[in-house]
């Protein structure tokens, strides 16, 4: 899976980036009641502009993303100075207030999550395949803390499309399973389906339980 995923950026096979910040998070977000400065884990998250959206909008982020080309991609294209540092495992690139930490997502650990207070999800879910969904929603919850707030998008193909993956097709019922043991679960919306993919978009608000909530 990894490999499978360099190779899309190695060889410019990136037709899963939007050129555009999603229209759903600039519709949903705010009313997440994420506070201005929270810190928010975008995990998997490319050369996303939703990253520069959410730091437009007061928020530092810290985007983790195993490929390298992604990373320089992202600050090539951004404006401002930029800073390089190491926090083992990570290479960490600055820019702004947007923090892209390079390397493995299940490498990340809490006491490198100290300061975040949200999250935001549009491609990490929906790029992992069945067995490692599981143990992605049980290390989110584990680097997020209780009351924080978070947005979710997955993606659900049409019935009788099977199809591959990755973006792997994720239904309502798996996100609640995988989500609910330690989240609050909101569903917001689902939207058209996407002309010649035949995937259909859903946007879920998560809550993280814990005694703060």
């Known amino acids: 899976m990894a490999l499978n995923w360099l190779e899309r950026w190695r060889e410019g096979r990136i037709g899963f980036h939007r050129p555009q910040v999603h229209p759903a998070l600039i519709e949903h977000w705010p009313l997440l009641g994420a506070k201005p400065g929270t810190k928010v884990l975008v995990p998997l998250c490319g050369k996303s502009l939703d990253m520069r959206w959410l730091a437009q909008h007061d928020h530092p982020v810290l985007g983790i993303e195993l490929a390298e080309e992604a990373v320089e991609q992202f600050v090539a294209e951004g404006t401002g100075e ?8 990570f290479a960490i690139c600055r ?6 930490w390079c390397g493995d997502f299940f490498h990340f650990h809490i006491e490198q999550a100290a300061e975040i207070d949200a999250f935001y999800d549009r491609a990490a879910l929906i790029a992992l ?12 919850a584990q680097l997020i803390p209780p009351s924080a707030r978070g947005l979710v998008i997955s993606l659900m193909r049409a019935p009788g499309d099977e199809g591959g993956g990755p973006p792997f097709s994720v239904c309502a019922d798996e996100v609640r399973e995988l989500f609910e043991p330690n989240f609050l679960v909101t569903h917001l919306e689902d939207g058209e389906p996407e002309e010649g993919s035949g995937f259909r978009e859903s946007v879920w608000a998560m809550v993280r339980r814990g005694p703060a909530v």
Request: hydrophobic share 25%.
């Open 82 to 89: 930029i800073s390089r540092y190491r926090q083992e495992p």
């Open 95 to 100: 820019q702004g207030s947007v923090e892209l």
């Open 129 to 140: 395949p069945p067995a490692t969904r599981q143990r992605y929603a049980f290390h989110l």
